[in-house]
Each structure stands twice: as structure tokens, then as C-alpha cells.
């Protein structure tokens, strides 16, 4: 369906974006023999693959290392390069239309001073046919003469345990359905999701801010999330995992005896977990982490100088304090 819209659109004389917030050409690397998932030594994430530096790049730390064809675990020929990158998709769309100039734009292909407004430029002059791209493409841009816009699956990042989630892929789809149709011939949105009946994606696809806006905040203000309570999140990190879990016991136990010790029903604080942070593993730390909910910022800001001015981390145990945190990963 989106091939044909493509086709269509371009036959008009209009042009198209394309959506894709993964970089790389192959996102996943792994043997269905034994299991094997190419990780990086770093950190606790899968590598992706970069057909253009020919290298598996981890995206959090940078750590890079050649592709492998014999799989490390089992050391046989089978490892399976899949899933898809904006690097990829740009090849299967110059396959598909060998007559058109189709550009990429990810921080792979910016990342040369002035590459940024050469693309751009090169776009609003007629130049590039189909220009795809991760989020930099979404925000902000005036082209008149876009007349189609896909999104090549809409749920990377919708299923990450981040209570946000939701709000930053209704986001994404809302901004970017707005480069099409700014001009007079009109414009088509076509989005892909695996899940076409998650409320996120049907009220982008109606651009109804008002109904989502209403579904977020009374999933936020049953679970006790901003804009309702303040939240504070603290990771505590060591290259020792054991040390870690255990000092992140300890503080978040210093929490909850500071906050039973309130009578003040205004004064309560909430004391999320710890647990393992969904990235488990960063930069060679182990972290573990755990949340401090509040409905008004004063008792919060007092609990965390009544814990943290007398609470010292053994050597080699660090611990962050994030309030309002912008992230849960």
C-alpha cells in the first residue's frame, strides 16, 4: 500500500518522506542455532548493524567492533542479520525506484557541518525525490510540495517501559503527519504499526490531541505520574552488580522508614522498587533504580535532604538523582 501511494504521488510530480526512527541497516544480529545475540561488551544492548562503516555499532556508547558471520557461541556460519534501519530501507527504496534520487537523513549522514541544510536545501529545490530519515525529519520542516508521508513502523518506541512512551510516539506521528499537505495539490499520512488499534496510533491518525491528551492524563493521575506528582528517579550504579543491588536496597529502605515516619497525610511519599533500570547495563556500570512519587514537591525535596545528606555510598557505588525525570531507560 505505501508502494503504491509512493508511486502515485511521485507520478503527480509531488514528493515524499519517510519516517523510520532506527538508524543502521541491520537492528538485530543473531544465530537461531544457539541463541546467540551480538551484544556489546559495555553495555546490556544488542549491536546494530552499519552496512556503510561495515562494523556493529552499539548506539548508547559508540563501542564498535566488525560484522561476524561465524556465530562466537556456537561457531558455526549461521549468524542472521534482521530487522530494519533507515540505512536498509533507503536500499530497498532505491531498488524499488532506481529513477528517483532518494537521501537519507540520520545523524549517520548529518554528521559533517553543513550536510544538514545541503539535504534540506537540495529537497525544497525538487532535487530529491524520497527523503527519509529518524526523527530529524519530523519536526519543523515546510515543504509545500510533499504530498505523501509513511511512517515505517510506528511502534519503535512505543512499547519501552517508560511511562512517556506513549505521548513521545503519539508525538512523533503527529509532527511528522504535519510535513504533508502544506501546500495546495493536498497530502496522504500512511503510517505502519503492528498494533492499529492502540489508542497512541488511531488518535494520531485522527490528529486528536484533545482525546489523547484525556486518555494519558487519567492513566498518569491513576498511577500517580506528572503532571499530577512529582517524581523523582535515582540510579544507583557500580562496576560490582552486587554492590550496586545492595546499596540500592539500603537507600531505597532509608526512603520508605524517612517517609512512614510522616503522619502528615499531605507530606506522603510514594517509594517505587528498586529494580534492575531497563538498560541493566551502561558504560561497563551495572545500575539499579527506584522512584520517589509525590503529589506537591515540598515533601519530596525534604525526604530526599533528610536521606541523602546522611546516606554515603560504599567505594565504588555511585548514585544519581534525576527529579522530573525526562527518561526511565
Avoid at 515533601?299 to 530526599?304: E, G, I, T
Amino acid at each position: 500500500t505505501l508502494e503504491r501511494g509512493m508511486r502515485d504521488a511521485l507520478k503527480a510530480g509531488g514528493q515524499v518522506m519517510l519516517l523510520l526512527n532506527r538508524r543502521g541497516f541491520s537492528t538485530h544480529v543473531h544465530c537461531p542455532g544457539c541463541g546467540h545475540v551480538a551484544q556489546c561488551v559495555h553495555c546490556d544492548l544488542s549491536l546494530t548493524f552499519h552496512r556503510a562503516k561495515a562494523a556493529l555499532v552499539c548506539h548508547y556508547c559508540g563501542w564498535e567492533t566488525p560484522p561476524v558471520l561465524k556465530c562466537p557461541g556456537c561457531d558455526k556460519p549461521t549468524m542472521r542479520y534482521q530487522g530494519l534501519g533507515t540505512e536498509k530501507l533507503q536500499a530497498e527504496i532505491e531498488e524499488k525506484f532506481p529513477d528517483k534520487v532518494i537521501r537519507r537523513m540520520d545523524s549517520d549522514t548529518t554528521s559533517r557541518p553543513g550536510s544538514h541544510e545541503r539535504i534540506l536545501s537540495a529537497f525544497r529545490a525538487g532535487e530529491i525525490h524520497v527523503l527519509l530519515g529518524t526523527q530529524m525529519i519530523a519536526k519543523g520542516l515546510d515543504f509545500p510540495n510533499v504530498t505523501l508521508v509513511g511512517v515505517v513502523n510506528a511502534d519503535v518506541g512505543l512499547h519501552l517501559p517508560d511511562f512517556r512512551a506513549s505521548e513521545r510516539t503519539f508525538q512523533l506521528l503527529a509532527q511528522v503527519a504535519g510535513r504533508t499537505g502544506r501546500g495546495d495539490k493536498g497530502g496522504i499520512v500512511m503510517v505502519q504499526t503492528f498494533t492499529p488499534d492502540h489508542p497512541c496510533i488511531t488518535l494520531a491518525a485522527r490528529h486528536d490531541y484533545g482525546g489523547f491528551a484525556k486518555l494519558e492524563l487519567g492513566h498518569r493521575k491513576e498511577h500517580g505520574y506528572p503532571p499530577y506528582h512529582r517524581l523523582a528517579r535515582l540510579i544507583v550504579r557500580s562496576e560490582k552488580p552486587d554492590a550496586a543491588s545492595a546499596f540500592a536496597d539500603q537507600l531505597a529502605g532509608a526512603f520508605k522508614q524517612a517517609t512512614a515516619r510522616a503522619s502528615n497525610r499531605a507530606s506522603e511519599v510514594r517509594v517505587l522498587g528498586p529494580a534492575e533500570c531497563p538498560v541493566f547495563k551502561l558504560h561497563d556500570f551495572y545500575r539499579f533504580h527506584f522512584q520517589l512519587q509525590s503529589e506537591h514537591s515540598g515533601p519530596l525535596h525534604n525526604v530526599l535532604r533528610e536521606v541523602l545528606t546522611v546516606s554515603k555510598p560504599p567505594h565504588g557505588v555511585e548514585y544519581q538523582v534525576d527529579v522530573d525525570p525526562y527518561s526511565m531507560l
